[in-house]
């Protein structure tokens, strides 16, 4: 018989990240960021100086600082990082370009490093700007008639204060497009008020559908764990330890229920195989025939494109 998990039941912790030597995890974003690295030349013996730009509001880290280059008839504004790295690497990341040095090249290196690498950089950073242009657009409006992902499928909110906080709908786990979320407020709730109670509400169906979905494979497959709860992880959908400890992102209550169940395979495919070589894999194999499609969809899937709670 399968011996029934303890789960915490408190809020989940703020974003973080989870890991440690003896834990197995699943990452939120299956593939590294778009990356380059340049062979540095050898070191310079007088560094080119530069008059710095002025910088925009965007917070640097410490030693940074904005540089530009014109290439390809476009000016390229980027971050320039100095760092202790024997290359010249180029990151598109959330907020633009970032040039990483070494502290002994000089600018007019780096500048050709730039040129040389201008059409693969404009390219990139034009992706970039249609992703973030997508992405805003697929953000909830936080108001009466926004709508939201929850187990895949496009749920409405709708304001009442005279109601209690519920889905109207057959059953609240297999809901249908268009279904509505009641929200007890008024009519004049703020955003964020609205955003808070939504995640609250989420928050607890995440609790109650992933402790069913849990007990439902521990009494299939005869496992057992120590317990289990909520994260907030930013960069983990799942995580389990040598000890039988699981978190699961309550982020996952926006993907259908097939996905949710992929994570939880996932997780507990290390109570047997600890490892990710072909004897994990044929584990969650057992756990959940037929996952890959499933583990697909989670890679291909933007993390970004989930509704933001901040």
Same mark, same amino acid.
């Given at each position: 018989?399968?011996?029934?998990?303890?789960?915490?039941?408190?809020?989940?912790?703020?974003?973080?990240?989870?890991?440690?030597?003896?834990?197995?995890?699943?990452?939120?974003?299956?593939?590294?960021?778009?990356?380059?690295?340049?062979?540095?030349?050898?070191?310079?013996?007088?560094?080119?100086?530069?008059?710095?730009?002025?910088?925009?509001?965007?917070?640097?880290?410490?030693?940074?600082?904005?540089?530009?280059?014109?290439?390809?008839?476009?000016?390229?504004?980027?971050?320039?990082?100095?760092?202790?790295?024997?290359?010249?690497?180029?990151?598109?990341?959330?907020?633009?370009?970032?040039?990483?040095?070494?502290?002994?090249?000089?600018?007019?290196?780096?500048?050709?490093?730039?040129?040389?690498?201008?059409?693969?950089?404009?390219?990139?950073? %034009? /992706?970039?700007?249609?992703? =973030? @242009?997508?992405?805003?657009?697929?953000?909830?409006?936080? &108001?009466? *008639?926004?709508?939201? $992902?929850?187990?895949?499928?496009?749920?409405?909110?709708?304001?009442?204060?005279?109601?209690?906080?519920?889905?109207?709908?057959?059953?609240?786990?297999?809901?249908?497009?268009?279904?509505?979320?009641?929200?007890?407020?008024?009519?004049?709730?703020?955003?964020?008020?609205?955003?808070?109670?939504?995640?609250?509400?989420?928050?607890?169906?995440?609790?109650?559908?992933?402790?069913?979905?849990?007990?439902?494979?521990?009494?299939?497959?005869?496992?057992?764990?120590?317990?289990?709860?909520?994260?907030?992880?930013?960069?983990?959908?799942?995580?389990?330890?040598?000890?039988?400890?699981?978190?699961?992102?309550?982020?996952?209550?926006?993907?259908?229920?097939?996905?949710?169940?992929?994570?939880?395979? %996932? /997780?507990?495919?290390?109570? =047997? @195989?600890?490892?990710?070589?072909?004897?994990?894999?044929? &584990?969650? *194999?057992?756990?959940? $025939?037929?996952?890959?499609?499933?583990?697909?969809?989670?890679?291909?899937?933007?993390?970004?494109?989930?509704?933001?709670?901040?």
């Amino acid at each position: 018989m399968a011996t029934r998990p303890a789960s915490d039941t408190g809020t989940p912790p703020a974003p973080r990240r989870e890991t440690g030597p003896h834990s197995a995890q699943l990452d939120l974003f299956a593939e590294p960021p778009q990356a380059v690295a340049v062979p540095a030349p050898p070191p310079p013996a007088v560094r080119a100086p530069a008059a710095p730009p002025t910088a925009p509001a965007l917070q640097l880290p410490p030693g940074a600082r904005w540089h530009e280059v014109v290439a390809e008839g476009q000016r390229i504004r980027f971050v320039l990082q100095r760092s202790r790295r024997r290359t010249i690497g180029f990151l598109i990341g959330d907020d633009g370009l970032r040039v990483t040095a070494p502290r002994w090249v000089g600018l007019a290196e780096i500048d050709g490093a730039v040129r040389e690498k201008a059409r693969w950089i404009l390219s990139k950073l %034009h /992706e970039w700007q249609l992703r =973030r @242009e997508r992405l805003a657009l697929n953000q909830p409006r936080w &108001e009466d *008639g926004g709508d939201l $992902p929850y187990l895949g499928r496009r749920i409405v909110m709708r304001l009442d204060a005279q109601r209690d906080t519920a889905l109207a709908t057959a059953d609240l786990d297999a809901p249908a497009d268009g279904d509505v979320l009641w929200l007890g407020l008024p009519s004049d709730a703020t955003a964020a008020r609205i955003r808070d109670t939504v995640q609250a509400w989420l928050q607890g169906r995440a609790r109650v559908l992933f402790d069913v979905r849990l007990l439902d494979f521990l009494a299939r497959t005869g496992l057992t764990i120590n317990r289990w709860r909520l994260s907030s992880a930013a960069t983990r959908w799942g995580s389990c330890t040598s000890e039988g400890n699981i978190l699961l992102n309550w982020r996952l209550i926006h993907f259908p229920v097939g996905i949710i169940d992929y994570v939880i395979a %996932h /997780e507990l495919a290390p109570l =047997r @195989e600890m490892n990710h070589g072909p004897g994990f894999w044929a &584990e969650v *194999g057992q756990l959940m $025939p037929g996952f890959e499609d499933a583990r697909d969809t989670l890679r291909r899937h933007d993390p970004g494109s989930l509704p933001r709670f901040d």
